[in-house]
């Protein structure tokens, strides 16, 4: 990946908007969108559950986010 630099935050500013998007670059959107959707997905059962305390809730909150699937 190539690193520019800049003089102005302008000019930083104004290359982050792609003017004349193609093809390569909304495969590249679509890929980033999957990735992030894999990786920040929390995911958890359906359902309601009940627990006793609120220790007991955080703990078992805390498996289903180190064991999730990928």
């Not at 995911?43 to 999730?68: C, M, S």
Request: hydrophobic share 35%.
């Amino acid at each position: 990946m190539p690193v520019f630099k800049y003089k102005t935050y302008q000019e930083a500013r104004d290359a982050l908007i792609v003017k004349n998007p193609d093809e390569n670059y909304y495969r590249m959107l679509s890929d980033f969108y999957e990735t992030f959707g894999k990786i920040f997905t929390k995911r958890f059962p359906h359902g309601v559950y009940n627990f006793k305390t609120i220790q007991e809730a955080q703990k078992q909150k805390e498996d289903w986010i180190l064991n999730r699937l990928p």
